[in-house]
């Protein structure tokens, strides 16, 4: 709810110092009438989407009247999931999140998470990278400092796609470390370094760590 109003506040200000505005007094028939509609989603990794449609009255330039009619809709694939096992940590404004430090392979991850009612962590913003290093940085740790996340190029080398199927260039969160993606063909699955934040790709049968996740 707090990206919708932000997004609404950036669009009005674009309004007011876009649209030429007639100088001197106008009465209300005068004015241009302006239908801005809004329509945002978010998708089954958590990105939210927006669309904007604007519909114009005429051509002539004068002062706008604006009314926003704003439409939300979340994936109902959402409501479908139960609450996660216990151990779940919940941050507010983005979801439920647990950190496994008893490592697996990613197949046998990505099955715990789904067994416990949510997903292997889906990365869409620098924030939502901070809380998990927050969480690995508070867990006793009996690996590396990578850990396997919800994404993989084993379909297609170098083409990283989510457990959802979409590109990972549509999360909102693609700040490889250096030098990363780096192995190839033997390293299909994705990892996240729980001390520098950064993405990293892992090798599927390896044991790492692992974060699973449930948005709100």
């Known amino acids: 709810m707090e990206t919708h109003r932000i997004f609404l506040f950036m669009l009005l200000c674009f309004i007011v110092c876009a649209v030429p505005i007639q100088s001197g007094t106008s009465n209300t028939s005068e004015n241009e009438i302006i239908k801005i509609s809004i329509f945002s989603r978010k998708n089954r990794t958590g990105q939210l989407y927006a669309k904007v449609r604007l519909e114009e009255g005429s051509d002539k330039k004068s002062a706008w009247q604006v009314d926003i009619d704003h439409e939300s809709m979340h994936n109902s694939d959402f409501t479908k999931h139960k609450s996660p096992e216990p151990g779940y940590q919940l941050i507010p404004g983005f979801g ?71 590109p990972l260039n549509n999360t909102g969160f693609t700040e490889w470390n250096l030098e990363e993606p780096n192995n190839g063909v033997s390293q299909n699955c994705g990892g996240f370094h729980g001390k520098e934040g950064k993405l990293h790709d892992l090798g599927c049968e390896n044991i790492h760590g692992f974060f699973c996740e449930l948005e709100l």
Request: hydrophobic share 35%.
């Open 96 to 166: 439920y999140y647990k950190f496994h430090n008893r490592g697996k392979t990613w197949l046998d991850a990505r099955d715990t998470c789904e067994k416990e009612g949510a997903h292997l962590a889906i990365i869409n913003s620098k924030e939502e990278s901070l809380i998990l290093m927050d969480l690995f940085s508070k867990a006793p740790r009996f690996h590396e400092d990578w850990n396997f996340i919800g994404m993989t190029d084993e379909n297609e080398e170098g083409n990283w796609m989510t457990i959802f199927n979409e």
